[in-house]
């Protein structure tokens, strides 16, 4: 078994507004049947395994892409939307944040008199993977959050959360259960971070004199320090900038979905009427989907799929993602009955994008991106934890001629401000 990684988030207070929490669980559940249904349970846990996809995963689910709360909202997203499918899915997740973490035995337990597991090791997995990180690995975190992921074939995958109150910052660890030796040997494939000075590591393979002596009641200490090979330390800063951003992978998408004439889309013909908008969303769906890991080092990418609800890198555009979402569903009931077609063509937005990377970076700048994706907002239904975005006062007054124009006379009172305008669409032939 290895700890396949983890990050170093900052702490950040809010909560995650309904409309979104509700977006969340939908888009999850839909990325996690497609990826069920190419690559399989054991795919699915090695992904939540790794730090960076995880990552990745709760900036295109519109979370702040950098901040310690996308541990819990995207946890408490895929629980509430997988566990009532698990039977179907194979797929069970039990544990969450404070109290709920301490109901994670038991959940366990009932799982496996549902599936046939054994329950009880099961749970002294989930006990000593807490343990090693809260206790045997002295690093300054304290766990608040542990969440345990188990298929029906008995493999399983650990997030879990620790905070420290010197420099308000959260920990993530990740476990994953493939290749299970030892839980106090050398269990760790990374532990990494911001550099703490020495720190007591009692799981270290070097460290089994100092586990000894532990035993015979004596205080010596291990000398030696972990190895550094996962690092995901995200920044203090909430907004995104081009240093977080590889270019020539967010230019190669914005090509894709803005630049192309319908012409070249003659792959993606099941996605018909999909305008270009919602293509840069579904382009990074299909990425996190369907990317090989090396491609989740800069999860703040992702967050240009559906922005995040605090406004950054732009406001939720909350149209283009209930039409990511009905799109993933569609393509998801149309494979049950053996019509993969749809998320085939979702793939192939993946591809094309991977393909146009080699010399294309975007023109203008990411600050003039992001600049212009906040001013066009409003015709997303952008939406952040602060209420919807206006249109600017010239397109309010547009809007406002051309709704008198429609109603005239009839209407005989006050006219109604326009709601959020629809995507705009493309139709691919």
Partial sequence: MKRSGMADLPLHNGYVPQWLAQRMAKLGLAVTEVLLADYGKDEVLRRLGDPFWFQSLGAVMGMDWHSSGITTSVMGALKRAINPHSRELGLYISGGKGNLSRQTPAEILKICEATGLDGVELVRSSKLSAKVDNTVVQDGFQLYLHCFVLSDQGRWTVIQQG????DSMARRYHWHSAGLRSFVEDPHTAICGVNQGEILN?????ADPARKA???????KPETM???VQRLVMPSHHDVRAPDVNLRRLGALLWLAHDRQPADFEELVLLEGVGPRTLQSLALVSEVIHGTPARFRDPARF???HGGKDGHPFPVPVNVYDETISILQSAVQKAKVGQSDKLEAVKKLGELARKAEKDFVPAGGLEEYIENERKDSWKYGGRTVMGWEKPPADAQAGLASKQRSRTGSASGGMQTPPGPAKPEQMTLF
């Avoid at 905070?163 to 010197?166: A, E, Q, R, T, V």
């Avoid at 009692?202 to 070097?206: E, F, P, S, V, Y």
């Avoid at 532990?214 to 010596?220: D, G, P």
């Fill in 303 to 305: 967050a240009f799929a």
């Fill in 163 to 166: 905070m420290s109150s010197n």
């Fill in 202 to 206: 009692l799981a270290d393979t070097q």
């Fill in 226 to 228: 972990m190895r550094e």
């Fill in 214 to 220: 532990v035993l015979s009641l004596t205080r010596e």
